[in-house]
């Protein structure tokens, strides 16, 4: 399967809404189906959520929401596997081929679907099983027409190496943060392999960002959206994942897709970002 213009334009530059919040804590079900519809209206084309999204009492919670909230909107959900909230404070990893036959099964009956659009290996860097094991049951669902496309989430650009000597990859999905940009090498690997990058936690740095912050101030717009549309455009292949629980914030991550870019945001942005 290659990676044509159409699946590049269709996943890179984008700001998804990512559902991992709603996992954390008890959740108002029709507060979380609210915030997820907002950010669908607002113009949100992808939602990313997981099997490990789940409350302690209900495993499913995380794929539940986006399968209600996506239902006749035509918008792409990707989800993961291979990784299971089990407890209160405890999650497994297990990419066997075992494993991810059986969790992709769940996932399509939660979606009412005979094919899922994206389907990751959520802890390729907590599993035993080498990733080449989970990347090979990737490919042969993906053949077999139960995925549409495949990705790896929390893996390296080695790791990315072995996996792509097997098939091919639509989408990698790791935490990279608009200051700290922590996988700039998994970035660099995604342009030159024409795979689309996932940034998850793209806020989550205690880098300041004064610079940005005075930009801000001076449009009347959050510091926050002027972080995502930097991580927007730092690469080509790069879409950002919001974890909005808000309609609000949804809203303003949404934003940062249309927000004007300048010489000068990007010279600001330059002096801000401390790569880690």
């Known amino acids: 399967m290659q ?10 530059g984008r700001v998804v809404l990512g559902l991992a919040g709603f996992s954390m804590t008890p959740r108002d079900r029709a507060a979380d189906l609210a915030t997820i519809r907002a950010g669908i209206d607002a113009g ?10 789940a409350q302690v009492d ?3 919670y995380g794929e539940e929401l986006a399968a209600e909230a996506a239902e006749g909107t035509g918008v792409i959900v990707g989800t993961k596997g291979g990784h299971s909230r089990i407890s209160a404070d405890t999650w497994d990893a297990d990419i066997s081929a075992a494993r991810i036959r059986s969790d992709v099964e769940s996932s399509l009956k939660v979606f009412g679907r005979e094919q899922l659009d994206l389907y990751y290996l959520h802890r390729v860097d907590l599993a035993d099983q080498p990733v080449e094991e989970g ?3 990737l490919a042969t669902l993906r053949d077999e027409g139960k995925l549409a496309r495949i990705g790896l989430s929390n893996v390296t650009a080695a790791e ?6 097997i098939t091919h990859l639509d989408a990698v999905q790791n935490r990279h943060t608009a200051m700290g940009r922590e996988a700039d090498d998994v970035v660099a690997w995604c ?6 990058f996932f940034a998850y936690s793209p806020l989550r740095s205690s880098i300041p960002a004064p610079r940005l912050t005075a930009i801000a101030d001076q449009r009347g717009v959050s510091v926050q959206r002027l972080q995502l549309s930097a991580l927007l455009h730092s690469s080509p292949v790069v879409s950002v994942i919001s974890g909005a629980t808000r309609p609000q914030t949804a809203l303003d991550s949404i934003a940062a897709e249309r927000e004007p870019w300048s010489d000068e945001l990007q010279a600001a942005y330059e002096a801000d970002v401390r790569p880690v």
């Open 3 to 12: 990676f044509s213009d159409e699946m590049m334009q269709e996943f890179s």
């Open 160 to 165: 990315l190496e072995r996996a792509t000597a």
């Open 191 to 196: 342009e030159a392999n024409q795979v689309s």
């Open 135 to 137: 990347v090979t049951a």
């Open 44 to 53: 949100a084309t992808i939602l990313d959520t997981a099997r490990a999204y």
């Open 58 to 60: 209900n495993p499913l």
